[in-house]
């Protein structure tokens, strides 16, 4: 079936760094998400994406949609304690009518 | 403020109990979703619904079943718990059509349960 990998698996970064992860797919996707989940809580949605080329931002999070429609970007400027959780990409393929979720990536930040 | 609330945050079954697990959703959202998520294995679709009484299987929908008779309200049911079944579990909903007319894809999720199966 389709997968979305998803990278960094995980990510151990200095307060006050930028972040930068990605999502990738082998096909075309027509959306995608960026959510958030905090240990114990179900995820919340950052950013949504339906536009290839599209370029959203979330206060200090920003995230792109690939003009090849087959990846994503999520950044995070000058990151602070509270950014620490497990961040998913989510996307719809253009074949299918399913949302597929990538693996995630577990921030950690050294205060 | 899309709210999405689940019945309860904990939750610890004995083997072969039947277990219902509720989700409530309040912004009219057409389709409704379990999950459940464990370490290593990201997030399973177990079934989900798109109209009232209607219902699709996801990719692990042995040993559940669902229930949407109104359409604000979706249930899971464990038949007879087993241990493997001890996870988090996740609601979500989601609009039919997206925004530009397309299939709904913003799917907001409510807190999650924790079943623990002895």
């Known amino acids: 079936g389709q997968q979305l990998n998803q990278s960094p698996q995980s990510m151990f970064i200095q307060e006050g760094e930028d972040v930068s992860m990605n999502c990738t797919s082998s096909s075309i996707f027509n959306t995608w998400l960026w959510y958030k989940q905090d240990p114990g809580e179900g995820p919340v949605l950052l950013i949504a994406l339906y536009k290839a080329g599209e370029l959203t931002s979330n206060g200090r999070l920003t995230a792109q949609f690939g003009i090849t429609r087959k990846d994503s970007f999520l950044n995070i400027s000058a990151s602070i304690p509270s950014d620490v959780g497990i961040y998913f990409c989510a996307g719809r393929p253009s074949s299918a009518s399913k949302i597929i979720f990538g693996s995630g990536t577990r921030l950690s930040i050294r205060p | 403020d899309v709210k999405v609330t689940q019945s309860s945050r904990y939750l610890v079954k004995r083997t072969g109990e039947k277990v219902f697990l509720e989700c409530v959703q309040d912004m009219d959202h057409e389709n409704m979703f379990w999950y459940r998520q464990d370490p290593g294995l990201g997030l399973r679709l177990i079934y989900f619904?798109?109209?009232?009484?209607?219902?699709e299987k996801g990719d692990i929908p042995e040993g559940y079943s669902v229930s949407r008779e109104k359409k604000e309200r979706f249930s899971l049911i464990l038949e007879s718990a087993s241990t493997n079944q001890t996870s988090m579990y996740l609601c979500?909903?989601?609009?039919?059509?997206?925004?530009?007319?397309?299939?709904?894809?913003?799917?907001?999720f409510g807190p999650g349960t924790r079943l623990t199966v002895t």
């Open positions: 619904s798109y109209d009232v009484k209607m219902k």
């Open positions: 979500a909903s989601s609009l039919l059509l997206g925004p530009r007319g397309g299939p709904g894809g913003e799917q907001y």
